[in-house]
């Protein structure tokens, strides 16, 4: 059974910056494929960015590309979403989420992933 815990939300002003950490346990993390997903109060859970095992591959919503950048440390069990020149529009819960499966297909629906963490809220004030 994979645990996952998100922190590093907050309340940021828009233009600030803040770094998510998700800490995985309870299998191998770098069997996983890694995901950062959000969801704003109405809205349905969209996809934010992904990574691969290894880290050598990253995926990012059109709406974060340039602002977002997604890592990995496999020897810390952690996967980062650093997030800058915030908007608040980016005002949601994040939420970090696993799989085993490989990075084809749908790795950018829910469903696709098999854990996810509690989530962690991000507010950015105009």
């Known amino acids: 059974q994979v645990q996952l815990v998100e922190s590093g939300g907050g309340l940021v002003q828009a233009g600030g910056s803040l770094r998510l950490s998700c800490a995985s346990s309870?299998?191998?993390?770098?069997?996983?494929?890694m995901g950062w997903f959000r969801q704003a109060p109405g809205k349905e859970r969209e996809f934010v960015s992904t990574i691969s095992k290894n880290g050598g591959a990253t995926y990012y919503a059109d709406s974060v590309k340039g602002r977002f950048t997604i890592s990995r440390d496999n020897a810390k069990n952690t996967v980062y979403l650093q997030m800058n020149s915030l908007k608040p529009e980016d005002t949601a819960v994040y939420y970090c989420?696993?799989?085993?499966?490989?990075?084809?297909?749908?790795?950018?629906?829910?469903?696709?992933?098999?854990?996810w963490g509690q989530g962690t809220q991000v507010t950015v004030s105009s």
């Open positions: 989420a696993a799989t085993l499966k490989p990075l084809l297909g749908s790795w950018t629906h829910p469903l696709w992933y098999d854990y």
């Open positions: 309870g299998r191998t993390f770098s069997s996983d494929v």
